[in-house]
C-alpha cells in the first residue's frame, strides 16, 4: 500500500497563477482532508470530503476549491495564487470520521 | 478558536530520559489525538483517547486526560534519539469532520 500520496512534492508559482494539487489515497478510505501548516499555526482545515462527490468547507477555505469526482482522489485547486498561499500543504484520509487521520509526505508551496 | 495549546514549545532531554508534553483545549471533546511529525514529513499519529478515557498506553507511549482539566499529556518514556520531532494534539469540535491542531511541541532527544 503507498498509504496517501501528493503530487507535486514542490512548486513556485507567481502570483495570480493556477494550479492543482493531486492527493490519492488506496486505503478505501471515505473521509479526506487538505491541510495548511504555516510556522507558529499549526495546522489548519481547508476543505474536506466525507465520501465521492461530496465537499465540505473547513476552517480557512478561502481561495481554494476543491473536488472529489473519484473515492481516491481529491484534488486542491488554487484559481489565482497569493503570497499568503505560500505553505506546505498536506492531504489526509481516515477510515472514520472519529479516526485517526493518516498524513501524504507534504507539498511545499511558494508564490512569489 | 477550539485549537489545543502544546505546553512546552520546545524540550530537549538526554537520550534515556522521559518527555512529558501538555495539550489544553477550550471547549467539550469526543476525542483526543496525538500526532509526531519529523522534519519535512507528514504527520503520523500516534494515539487517540477518548473522553471517557483517562489513560492510554502504546508502547513507550502514555497518554493520560483530564477532561475536568481540559488537558491531556504525552508521556514518551526512555527517550531515543529517533523520538527527535514535533507532536501535536489534535482536537475535535463534536462534529468529528474538524479536528483543531495546536502549534506543536519541538523534542530533542540528544544521543
Known amino acids: 500500500n503507498a498509504g496517501v500520496t501528493q503530487t507535486p512534492k514542490f512548486r513556485v508559482l507567481k502570483t495570480g497563477q493556477s494550479m492543482t494539487l493531486l492527493c490519492a489515497q488506496d486505503?478505501?478510505?471515505?473521509?479526506m482532508y487538505w491541510y495548511r501548516q504555516d510556522p507558529g499555526m499549526g495546522l489548519r482545515l481547508i476543505h474536506y470530503?466525507?465520501?465521492?462527490?461530496?465537499?465540505a468547507k473547513g476552517e480557512v477555505p478561502d481561495g481554494y476549491n476543491v473536488s472529489r469526482l473519484k473515492k481516491q482522489n481529491f484534488l486542491l485547486g488554487l484559481e489565482s495564487a497569493a503570497p499568503s498561499q505560500t505553505s506546505v500543504y498536506f492531504c489526509?484520509?481516515?477510515?472514520?470520521?472519529?479516526?485517526?487521520?493518516?498524513f501524504g509526505p507534504g507539498t511545499r508551496l511558494t508564490v512569489l | 478558536s477550539q485549537q489545543g495549546e502544546e505546553d512546552p514549545q520546545a524540550l530537549s532531554i538526554q537520550e534515556g530520559e522521559n518527555a512529558t508534553m501538555n495539550c489544553s483545549y477550550k471547549?467539550?471533546?469526543?476525542?483526543l489525538q496525538w500526532y509526531r511529525q519529523n522534519s519535512g514529513r507528514g504527520l503520523v499519529h500516534l494515539i487517540l483517547?477518548?473522553?471517557?478515557?483517562r489513560e492510554k498506553h502504546s508502547g513507550r507511549l502514555r497518554v493520560t486526560l483530564d477532561t475536568s482539566k481540559k488537558s491531556s499529556s504525552l508521556l514518551i518514556t526512555a527517550s531515543r534519539a529517533a523520538d527527535t520531532a514535533s507532536y501535536f494534539c489534535?482536537?475535535?469540535?463534536?462534529?468529528?469532520?474538524?479536528?483543531?491542531f495546536g502549534t506543536g511541541t519541538s523534542l530533542t532527544v540528544i544521543p
Open positions: 489526509a484520509s481516515s477510515y472514520s470520521v472519529w479516526g485517526g487521520r493518516i
Open positions: 486505503m478505501n478510505h471515505e473521509y
Open positions: 470530503s466525507v465520501g465521492e462527490g461530496t465537499t
Open positions: 471547549t467539550s471533546i469526543n476525542n
Open positions: 483517547i477518548r473522553s471517557n478515557e
Open positions: 489534535a482536537t475535535d469540535a463534536g462534529t468529528g469532520n474538524q479536528f483543531y
